[in-house]
């Protein structure tokens, strides 16, 4: 079956610009998360949802973060006035959230530059 | 705070040579533990995932470890091959088991 979908892979913008960033989960599962990743580092986690509701968005480092679910399937993080500090590749999972084997999938991610 | 750290953070072996890359953790009251491989510029894909109430997890001639007293785990490959040249990363599940927080990561050549 099919994975978890990004797009775009790359996008490139101007500091200042808005952009936004889409994930396709895996069909059927309820839960989805966005983390960050810098150059040469671990990801990071940004928020999580659970259906349509963020259950968690403490990792979104500022309010020109924010993200939607509105179908529960679908999510798009948005980020306002880009910064060069923003570059990073923003990846995607999901999970069934089922017992204790929450095994969670990843997309391939979207490389955000910012210039 | 979860804090993740792995060691190496890099890696060269030659082929044949099994080896063992190391994972810590500071916060015992871990859910599961997941290691996941990341190749360059690709996401990332699970390789195994260690359930809290488990030791050890094996998949081929990969075997992961877990000591949540020491906070530690271990990912074990036997034989190496180049083709498994990439970065490893392991992260931990938050105790409600809905938020990883990943180390660093530990990049890894296999050279022929």
């Known amino acids: 079956g099919a994975g978890v979908s990004q797009t775009p892979s790359n996008k490139v913008t101007e500091k200042g610009k808005y952009v936004e960033l889409r994930c396709d989960p895996i069909?059927?599962?309820?839960?989805l998360y966005w983390y960050r990743q810098s150059l040469g580092q671990g990801p990071e986690f940004l928020i999580y949802?659970?259906?349509?509701?963020?259950?968690?968005d403490s990792g979104l480092p500022n309010d020109r973060f924010f993200a939607v679910r509105p179908e529960g399937s679908v999510s798009t993080l948005k980020i306002q006035r880009t910064e060069r500090g923003d570059s990073a590749v923003y990846l995607c999972?999901?999970?069934?959230?089922?017992?204790?084997?929450?095994?969670?999938?990843f997309g391939p991610g979207t490389r955000l530059t910012v210039l | 705070k979860q804090e993740v750290t792995q060691i190496p953070a890099a890696l060269s072996v030659p082929e044949g040579e099994n080896l063992v890359l190391n994972c810590s953790f500071t916060?015992?009251?871990?859910?599961?533990l997941q290691w996941f491989r990341q190749d360059p510029g690709k996401g990332l894909t699970s390789l195994l995932l260690?359930?809290?109430?488990?030791r050890e997890q094996t998949s081929g001639r990969l075997n992961a470890s877990l000591d949540k007293s020491s906070g530690r785990s271990t990912l074990y490959i036997a034989a190496s091959q180049p083709g498994d040249s990439a970065t490893y990363l392991c992260?931990?599940?938050?105790?409600?088991?809905?938020?990883?927080?990943f180390g660093g990561g530990t990049r890894l050549m296999v050279k022929p």
């Open positions: 916060d015992s009251a871990i859910y599961n």
């Open positions: 260690i359930q809290s109430s488990q």
């Open positions: 949802f659970q259906g349509t509701g963020a259950a968690d």
């Open positions: 992260a931990a599940y938050n105790n409600a088991g809905n938020m990883l927080t």
């Open positions: 069909s059927g599962h309820t839960a």
């Open positions: 999972a999901s999970s069934l959230l089922t017992g204790r084997v929450n095994t969670q999938y």
